[in-house]
């Protein structure tokens, strides 16, 4: 003879709310514990996100000064870049595109330098994105020995990692 299921009662079938909230708060405490033991980020790789972060805002400065037929300049002062347009016959000001027109902030560092290798230089592009400096603009992201170094000529962004000055 074969005996009769008997049918589960509601108590006994399933997974009860408390025990799900002590599963979920296990996995947070092992999830933590794991995040905390991962080494840090090496300051390289900040120094490479936020040099290709601009690389993407100077191609659009350049879409921009084609379409509108108005250049378009890069200033560095301390660990902040700005890009700033001209109107004919006025003075440099903050550019007018909306993406353009925030303060980017680099935590890791960055440094432009002109011809003389002198410190905070501002960089100037014709409406035919050719540099009124005549010679390509020089970005270094990042602590010494940690270097991502952009460099754009009027027409191309190159990034080059892990190089020094």
Do not use: C
């Not at 170094?149 to 080059?160: E, F, N, Q, W």
């Amino acid at each position: 003879m074969t005996k009769a299921r008997q049918p589960l009662r509601a108590g006994n079938a399933g997974v009860t709310l408390v025990e799900m909230l002590v599963v979920l708060a296990l996995f947070a405490v092992v999830s933590g514990a794991v995040v905390l033991a991962l080494p840090a980020r090496p300051m390289g790789l900040s120094a490479e996100v936020s040099a290709v972060s601009l690389a993407s805002d100077i191609d659009h400065a350049m879409g921009v000064a084609l379409a509108s037929g108005q250049g378009f300049a890069i200033a560095v002062s301390d660990n902040q870049v700005r890009f700033l347009q001209k109107e004919a016959g006025s003075t440099w000001h903050t550019h007018s595109d909306p993406q353009l027109a925030r303060v980017k902030l680099f935590s890791n560092g960055v440094r432009i330098f002109d011809q003389d290798n002198t410190e905070g230089a501002v960089f100037s592009v014709s409406p035919a994105l050719r540099p009124d400096q005549g010679q390509a603009l020089r970005l270094a992201f990042g602590a010494e020995g940690a270097n991502s170094v952009l460099t754009y000529d009027g027409t191309a962004v190159k990034i080059d990692h892990g190089e020094g000055q």
